[in-house]
DNA sequence: AAGCCGGGGGA
DNA sequence: TCCCCAGGCTT
């Protein structure tokens, strides 16, 4: 619909923020911009995509550096399979492209970590292709103005927004069509207190004109919070620190942490302790032993109750396991760690 | 189709 | 508290 994308860009044009990625058509600098906003909010991800152009300015630097380096960068925005992938990505555009993105949709959403909102973000930004991009943000606009009566999470509900994206795209300005949709969604049609009252669908919009605004868009299903009891031992000798890097396919992949045990039941930390000690043939008298408070991290899918042991040793472990790490102390900040860890360290970790 | 993956902000 | 955020991958 033509009237709806001129009234739309031209909203836009009064409205947009002033964003660094919008000030180019560089595919590299794209990609980076929609990797990190992949359900982040723009506020969040901005020093992010700052500091990632200063560390990795071209897709070369990026390629060239080591995945450890790249979760370090990303350290505390979250889905660190995003910084995986991109580093993944990277390499294969350096080796395989020679530093060149696929220069359409089918060619970018073959590469990991491009699914299809982010192929038709870097196709439409960069390219100027005709795909429109289905963001949270769309969906709210779009499923809101046509009163969508399927869940958004379902089959039907993705096929009908889907269809409608299609229509609406301007075959003439798909760049700013697709930055106007979700920059319209994201600062005027929000999930809660819409403005409705200035809004320029105002006359068009299905909820609206029934009083429903609140009923759209709607899921089927919520995600479920399951609790996580995790006992660090910070293993502190003189120069020397251990931890542990984190590996199959569970929370906080490819991050470090401190040796520890996870159980989805409260622990007995005393019996826990006695264990770990007894495991590494440590005698308390050879130990300076304190336990922090309990830290709450709360999560999308999890409630983590996190209690770090301190262990000030002289002693050396005896059994380390297989996964563990012994390192200067000195060396610790290099290492890519939860949130929770670095609250960890930033605070009472003496 | 459903589950999993972080962290933070707004109401 | 609850919901959502410029989603994607795995099972």
Not at 106 to 111: P, Q, S
């Amino acid at each position: 619909m033509k009237d709806f994308s001129r009234k739309l860009i031209g909203w836009y044009e009064t409205h947009r923020r002033d964003l660094p990625w919008r000030q180019t058509t560089n595919p590299y600098h794209i990609w980076l911009s929609e990797v990190i906003l992949q359900q982040t909010r723009v506020d969040q991800g901005l020093s992010y995509y700052l500091k990632f152009l200063k560390l990795f300015p071209t897709v070369h630097d990026l390629a060239g550096s080591s995945e450890d380096q790249v979760l370090k960068a990303w350290q505390g925005l979250g889905y660190y399979s995003r910084a995986r992938n991109l580093h993944h990505t990277a390499q294969l555009v350096v080796e395989h492209g020679q530093g060149l993105f696929p220069m359409n949709y089918d060619g970018l959403i073959k590469l990991k970590g491009i699914g299809p909102y982010t192929a038709a973000a870097i196709a439409s930004f960069a390219y100027n292709e005709k795909k429109p991009v289905i963001d949270g943000n769309v969906v709210r606009v779009l499923s809101r103005i046509y009163g969508i009566e399927h869940a958004i999470d379902s089959k039907e509900g993705k096929n009908a927004i889907s269809q409608l994206a299609e229509e609406m795209i301007d075959p003439r300005n798909p760049a700013s069509y697709n930055q106007a949709i979700m920059e319209f969604g994201a600062l005027h049609c929000t999930p809660r207190l819409p403005q409705c009252d200035s809004c320029p669908f105002h006359s068009s919009c299905f909820a609206f004109a029934k009083k429903r605004v609140s009923d759209f868009p709607f899921k089927k299903k919520k995600t479920r919070v399951k609790n996580l009891w995790i006992t660090y031992f910070h293993i502190d000798e003189p120069r020397y620190v251990w931890i542990r890097k984190r590996g199959l396919d569970g929370i906080w992949k490819g991050l470090y942490d401190f040796p520890g045990i996870e159980s989805e039941s409260e622990p007995d930390l005393g019996l826990q302790l006695t264990e770990f000690l007894k495991s590494q043939a440590l005698k308390k008298r050879d130990c300076v032993i304190s336990s922090s408070e309990p830290y709450l991290h709360i999560l999308t899918h999890r409630r983590i109750h996190a209690r770090f042991i301190h262990i000030k040793t002289k002693s050396k472990m005896s059994n380390p396991l297989s996964d563990w790490i012994r390192i200067a102390k000195t060396n610790l900040s290099q290492y890519g760690v939860p949130r929770l860890v670095e609250k960890y360290l930033a605070g009472d970790s003496r």
